[in-house]
Nanobody
C-alpha cells in the first residue's frame, strides 16, 4: 500500500528557512518521479518542484534559486529545502508520486509571516 507522509511545516518569518520531508512507504522513492505541490486557501494545487529517478530536478519559476528538492533513497524520503521564504510561499505543501495511480500525502502547512 503506497503512502506518503509529509512533515516539517510551520510558522517562519520572511527570509527564514524550512525543510520539508516526505516519507514514502509501499514503494521505493528512488524508482520514479517525486514531486512537491502547494495549495493556497481557495486556490488550486500548483506544482513546485520535481525530481526524477536519475536525480534530475525542475522548479517552478517563483522558487528557483530558493528551493531545493532532493532525495535520500536509504530513508525513502524526498526533501524540499526552502530558504529566503516569502509571505507568498504560504500554503499547504503536498508530496506526490505516480505509480499505478496518483498518490498524494496529507500535506503540511507552511506559513510565512512576521
Amino acid at each position: 500500500q503506497v503512502q506518503l507522509v509529509e512533515s516539517g511545516g510551520g510558522l517562519v518569518q520572511p527570509g527564514g528557512s524550512l525543510t520539508l520531508a516526505c516519507v514514502g512507504s509501499g514503494f521505493t522513492t528512488g524508482t520514479g518521479v517525486m514531486s512537491w505541490y502547494r495549495q493556497e486557501p481557495g486556490k488550486g494545487r500548483d506544482w513546485v518542484a520535481v525530481i526524477s529517478a536519475q536525480g534530475n530536478t525542475l522548479y517552478t519559476d517563483s522558487v528557483k534559486g530558493r528551493f531545493t528538492i532532493s532525495r535520500d533513497d536509504a530513508k525513502n524520503t524526498v526533501y524540499l529545502q526552502m530558504k529566503d521564504l516569502k509571505p507568498e510561499d504560504t500554503a499547504v505543501y503536498y508530496c506526490k508520486t505516480v505509480r499505478d495511480q496518483v498518490y498524494w500525502g496529507q500535506g503540511t502547512q507552511v506559513t510565512v509571516s512576521s
